[in-house]
């Protein structure tokens, strides 16, 4: 899901959590200047895809495997493939290399295991394109404010849509906050960014739309206020990957670990990777890095244990988990375990907007450094900045340390972290060294009673082994002395409702407001937790404070710790048998069934190239029964009216998990005799099982197939401050909104109010003009993603007015979505750039006959996300056609004239053609006609689809319109 110009964070999720705090009490929402929005632009866009297309299956040989496994994976570079590695033990000679964007896909960790033979590799596994490299620099000249989402560069970039940038600036080490790649030990990082270094604040972009060669649109706004006098430039990275995943395996590296894995290399490397990710992987034995992290932008890491030195590693040395190295942004590391390192994870150079989440570190240890609590997640090169370290459950220290610089604008969230039994020196629970400036602590569970002898430590003379939850300011692990203390270390530090065992309480030190969200990047609780673990798993305000942690490699406190593989589409052809539809995707035969009957047509389907899927079908009451994952899902189905001729005579209704999903459906009244028709519902299971019910009306419920897809993105949970329960009967006065927005009497003298009545999604704005009304306000504002409006409203005929404008995007299927009314699909894959282009007001208006006292519009999204910018109800039908058109955009005489633009795919004509000048009140005909051998599959009119019809007329013409027509070989 990308990310919309929102240059405020407020946190708007549960406010009354297991504390049992009244509602009347707000949510603490972290200040904007000290945060991004994590939520929806860390890890892979959408998550990690189930792939199904299984392109070659391996197993083990005996002997030595690495030429057959590069074999299947070259055989299989096709992108979206899968190389399928069977149970047992694949002895390979490394290095081993993923390409392209394909997954590799083992039977699990431990059960599928590659070990290395070989001691002369760099790396065990990479991930990357063959060469990864920076490009030509270009100096930015505008849009340098955080949150902008649109750069202008001096000169001509030479960049297309697509492509990765870095953006970074000259450091500056008397700013606020300081950024300088010159630490305690008294010499400059020069790996910590370009330049030698001098360059390592910044972050990598992508670029999603080229408005002019020295414009770019990003698809995660700035997370910066850069600055012209530090001369911010944007350079090119050449050589990127996409698409790439591991999954359930075991990488054995103990023999094969040597002392060339090191500095820029290591067990696993991730290098010039986007959208691209590890799965529930064990990396066994490393040199001195598990997993390297270079130059990479949304990428996930879930579910997988890094644990142990290799056979020939050096004791006494540093041995990472993960380990950013310069330039990585927007990367979601979630659920793993570390253990027997010595550092979890380190952040280094230019590496902003990441989320470390939920992730188990515990049993470091330095033979070097027996003593000491070392880091278990830590900034350390310059200038990390902007991270989101979130739930996770550590021991050790929680650390910003200056060797190599300076860090900043850190945030800690409902993380659970103690210090190491035994280790008597640095006993810092958050140990936040000099010059590294406005940190955030929130939410946290910090310390052991009876172990941590102060709550801070801060200006004064100390010794190594004097324990507190807080160590402020000192300029190294070895500083005790108050000489060099940075007072601006705690002076920028913000603390918030953290529990420590000090103070044995929760300590409020930001405000009065002590109601925490359950998660600054998370809508609900993720599928891939445990059951039985409470959501939010960690905080002060929950009870337990935190989870019982399991056995040292068995697991994480958050779940099983080999997070499942996301759920595979589970799809059906209800009454028939498997069937690989047009894109390549299989449908399963019939399972899962209660009840009905089957039957089968041997009419030609309108509408779609697969007619097999709408010529079977199961009728009568029954039901299907889906064992998922908890999570959110879209629930698509397809039917075809193959038996009746006329509307009336097949009426049912159809229940997901016990809510309504569709009332009173007439399939022939939607689209007529013989035509595909998809209805698709979106749902959040809570209890493993999506269970959909068919009940008959009039004659028999029916359905032809069935697909289950996880959700692009998880449908947000239901505010605790919902809207107002419906009344039996209130009053039928409309509805008005503006979606994201506040109040606005518009140009008719209409009042439209703060939005209101929503559940779900996030908010937007632009100041751009919005050409085609007067009303340009009502178009700026948007709500999107997957969200809905549930309105009270007296039972009835109403229209329901959406008003749309595309802010964002600058081509056609960009953003792509479905609107449903009472869970029936009113528009079904609505483009609006198709429609009208960038900032251009277009309305429609949907006829709704309400029965059950309420109004409930579902947006859907398909391609990006779904929006809104205005709602408007009002009681009658104003439309001059029960169908949904396009409401007139504001006219400035009533002698205007409309364009109806028309077009019409190969294999036939529609006439007249092209754009069309029809005068206002006038009526205007098109004539569709198909070549030989053609046959019309679909008239579609504004967006809906009028079925296989000869010829259209737009009566008392008031508005643009649009006519597209499609054909279909006979």
């Known amino acids: 899901m990308r990310l919309q110009s929102i240059f405020t964070y407020s946190i708007m999720l549960g406010i009354a959590l297991a504390s049992g705090l009244p509602s009347a009490w707000a949510?603490?929402?972290?200040?904007?200047?000290?945060?991004?929005?994590?939520?929806?632009?860390?890890?892979?866009?959408?998550?990690?895809?189930?792939?199904?297309?299984?392109?070659?299956?391996?197993?083990?040989?005996g002997g030595d495997d690495t030429a057959a496994i590069k074999a299947a994976i070259e055989s299989c570079k096709s992108s979206g493939q899968v190389v399928k590695l069977n149970e047992g033990t694949f002895n390979v000679t490394p290095p081993l290399a993923l390409p392209y964007g394909i997954t590799l896909r083992g039977a699990g960790m431990g059960k599928t295991i590659l070990k290395g033979l070989g001691t002369t590799s760099v790396y065990f596994l990479k991930i990357g394109p063959a060469s990864n490299s920076l490009?030509?620099?270009?100096?930015?000249?505008?849009?340098?404010?955080?949150?902008?989402?649109?750069?202008?560069?001096?000169?001509?970039?030479?960049?297309?849509?697509?492509?990765?940038?870095?953006?970074?600036?000259?450091?500056?080490?008397?700013?606020?906050?300081?950024?300088?790649?010159?630490?305690?030990?008294?010499?400059?990082?020069?790996?910590?960014?370009?330049?030698?270094?001098?360059?390592?604040?910044?972050?990598?972009?992508?670029?999603?739309?080229?408005?002019?060669?020295?414009?770019?649109?990003?698809?995660?706004?700035?997370?910066?206020?850069?600055?012209?006098?530090?001369?911010?430039?944007?350079?090119?990275?050449?050589?990127?990957?996409?698409?790439?995943?591991?999954?359930s395996m075991t990488l054995d590296n103990m023999q094969s670990g040597n002392a060339n894995q090191v500095d820029n290399y290591g067990t696993v490397v991730m290098r010039g990777t986007s959208n691209s990710w590890l799965l529930d992987v064990e990396v066994l034995g490393s040199h001195q890095t598990a997993l390297k992290l270079f130059t990479t932008y949304r990428n996930t890491v879930r579910g997988c244990k890094l644990h142990e030195p290799s056979a020939s590693a050096p004791a006494g040395v540093g041995?990472?988990?993960?380990?950013?190295?310069?330039?990585?942004?927007?990367?979601?590391?979630?659920?793993?375990?570390?253990?027997?390192?010595?550092?979890?994870?380190?952040?280094?150079?230019?590496?902003?907007?990441?989320?470390?989440?939920?992730?188990?570190i515990t049993d470091l240890y330095n033979s070097a450094a027996a003593n000491w609590n070392l880091s278990a997640i830590g900034a350390h090169?310059?200038?990390?900045?902007?991270?989101?370290?979130?739930?996770?459950?550590?021991?050790?220290?929680?650390?910003?340390?200056?060797?190599?610089?300076?860090?900043?604008?850190?945030?800690?969230?409902?993380?659970?972290?103690?210090?190491?039994?035994?280790?008597?020196?640095?006993?810092?629970?958050?140990?936040?060294?000099?010059?590294?400036?406005?940190?955030?602590?929130?939410?946290?569970?910090?310390?052991?009673?009876?172990?941590?002898?102060?709550?801070e430590l801060q200006n004064a003379s100390i010794s190594l082994s004097q324990s507190s939850i807080y160590r402020f300011g000192y300029n190294s692990d070895g500083d005790t002395s108050p000489t060099s203390n940075d007072p601006g270390v705690l002076a920028t530090a913000l603390r918030h409702n953290n529990w420590d065992s000090v103070n044995n309480t929760v300590v409020p030190n930001a405000g009065s407001d002590p109601a925490l969200p359950a998660s600054l990047y998370l809508t609900a609780k993720p599928a891939w937790?445990?059951?039985?673990?409470?959501?939010?798993?960690?905080?002060?305000?929950?009870?337990?404070?935190?989870?019982?942690?399991?056995?040292?490699?068995?697991?994480?406190?958050?779940?099983?710790?080999?997070?499942?593989?996301?759920?595979?589409?589970?799809?059906?052809?209800?009454?028939?048998?498997?069937?690989?539809?047009?894109?390549?995707?299989?449908?399963?035969?019939?399972?899962?069934?209660?009840?009905?009957?089957?039957a089968f047509s041997s009419d030609s389907i309108s509408g779609t190239e697969d007619d097999y899927l709408y010529k079977t079908e199961r009728y009568g009451d029954f039901s299907y029964n889906f064992a998922v994952p908890n999570g959110a899902y879209n629930v698509t189905l397809k039917m075809a009216e193959n038996y009746w001729t006329a509307a009336g005579q097949r009426v049912f209704n159809i229940n997901v998990n016990g809510a309504s999903a569709a009332a009173n459906l007439d399939i022939f009244a939607k689209v007529g005799a013989n035509t595909a028709y998809d209805l698709v519902v979106p749902v959040t299971v809570t209890n493993g099982t999506i269970k959909i019910d068919f009940i008959s009306l009039v004659d028999n419920a029916k359905v032809s197939a069935i697909r289950i897809d996880p959700a692009t993105s998880p449908t947000p949970t239901p505010s605790p401050t919902p809207t107002a329960t419906p009344?039996?009967?209130?009053?039928?006065?409309?509805?008005?909104?503006?979606?994201?927005?506040?109040?606005?009497?518009?140009?008719?003298?209409?009042?439209?109010?703060?939005d209101s009545g929503?559940?779900?999604?996030?908010?937007?704005?632009?100041?751009?003009?919005?050409?085609?009304?007067?009303?340009?306000?009502?178009?700026?504002?948007?709500?999107?993603?997957?969200?809905?409006?549930?309105?009270?409203?007296?039972?009835?005929?109403?229209?329901?007015?959406?008003?749309?404008?595309?802010?964002?995007?600058?081509?056609?299927?960009?953003?792509?979505?479905?609107?449903?009314?009472?869970?029936?699909?009113?528009?079904?894959?609505?483009?609006?750039?198709?429609?009208?282009?960038?900032?251009?007001?277009?309305?429609?208006?949907?006829?709704?006959?309400?029965?059950?006292?309420?109004?409930?519009?579902?947006?859907?999204?398909?391609?990006?996300?779904?929006?809104?910018?205005?709602?408007?109800?009002?009681?009658?039908?104003?439309?001059?056609?029960?169908?949904?058109?396009?409401?007139?955009?504001?006219?400035?005489?009533?002698?205007?004239?409309?364009?109806?633009?028309?077009?019409?795919?190969?294999?036939?004509?529609?006439?007249?053609?092209?754009?069309v000048s029809v005068a206002a009140g006038a009526s205007q005909t098109f004539k569709i006609t198909p070549l030989k051998k053609y046959a019309i599959e679909k008239v579609v009119v504004d967006g809906i689809s009028k079925g296989a019809v000869t010829s259209y007329t737009f009566s008392n013409v008031t508005a643009n319109h649009t006519i597209s027509a499609t054909f279909v070989r006979r």
């Open 529 to 598: 937790m445990g059951a039985a673990v409470q959501w939010p798993p960690i905080g002060p305000d929950v009870s337990p404070m935190y989870p019982a942690a399991p056995a040292l490699g068995t697991g994480t406190p958050f779940g099983s710790g080999s997070a499942p593989i996301p759920p595979s589409v589970l799809a059906i052809v209800a009454g028939g048998t498997s069937y690989t539809d047009s894109s390549g995707f299989t449908y399963g035969d019939d399972a899962n069934f209660s009840g009905g009957n089957t």
């Open 319 to 360: 041995i990472y988990g993960i380990y950013f190295n310069p330039y990585a942004s927007a990367n979601l590391i979630e659920n793993n375990q570390i253990y027997h390192l010595t550092t979890g994870m380190m952040l280094n150079g230019a590496t902003s907007g990441n989320v470390i989440s939920y992730n188990y």
């Open 135 to 247: 490009g030509s620099s270009v100096n930015i000249s505008g849009g340098l404010s955080k949150g902008s989402s649109t750069i202008t560069t001096a000169s001509a970039h030479g960049w297309v849509a697509g492509d990765l940038i870095l953006i970074d600036q000259l450091n500056n080490p008397d700013a606020s906050p300081p950024v300088d790649n010159y630490g305690s030990n008294n010499s400059a990082c020069t790996w910590c960014g370009r330049s030698s270094g001098t360059r390592s604040l910044g972050q990598i972009a992508k670029v999603v739309a080229i408005p002019s060669s020295t414009t770019a649109t990003l698809e995660i706004p700035l997370y910066w206020n850069y600055s012209s006098s530090l001369t911010p430039q944007a350079t090119k990275i050449v050589g990127v990957l996409e698409g790439a995943g591991v999954e």
């Open 381 to 455: 090169g310059a200038h990390p900045f902007m991270n989101l370290i979130e739930g996770n459950y550590t021991s050790g220290r929680l650390r910003a340390d200056e060797v190599w610089g300076t860090s900043s604008h850190q945030v800690f969230f409902r993380n659970r972290q103690s210090l190491q039994a035994g280790r008597v020196n640095g006993p810092w629970n958050m140990d936040v060294q000099s010059r590294q400036h406005f940190h955030s602590f929130i939410g946290n569970v910090i310390g052991t009673p009876g172990v941590e002898g102060a709550y």
């Open 727 to 754: 009344t039996p009967t209130p009053a039928p006065t409309g509805f008005t909104a503006v979606a994201g927005g506040s109040s606005f009497t518009d140009s008719t003298g209409t009042r439209y109010e703060a």
């Open 758 to 915: 929503f559940v779900g999604g996030s908010t937007a704005s632009t100041s751009a003009a919005i050409s085609g009304t007067v009303d340009d306000y009502l178009y700026q504002h948007e709500r999107y993603g997957n969200f809905y409006y549930d309105i009270p409203v007296a039972n009835g005929t109403y229209s329901i007015v959406l008003k749309f404008a595309e802010i964002y995007w600058t081509a056609a299927g960009r953003r792509v979505f479905n609107v449903l009314v009472n869970g029936t699909t009113a528009i079904s894959n609505l483009d609006i750039f198709a429609k009208v282009g960038i900032n251009t007001a277009y309305d429609v208006i949907l006829p709704v006959n309400v029965t059950n006292g309420a109004i409930k519009i579902q947006f859907v999204t398909v391609a990006d996300n779904a929006k809104v910018s205005a709602i408007q109800i009002v009681p009658g039908i104003v439309s001059p056609t029960p169908t949904p058109t396009p409401t007139p955009t504001p006219t400035q005489t009533p002698t205007d004239n409309f364009t109806i633009n028309s077009s019409a795919g190969s294999g036939g004509t529609i006439s007249p053609s092209g754009s």
């Open 27 to 61: 949510t603490y929402s972290l200040p904007a200047d000290r945060s991004v929005v994590w939520q929806g632009n860390v890890g892979v866009l959408n998550d990690i895809p189930a792939r199904t297309a299984i392109c070659a299956t391996l197993s083990p040989s």
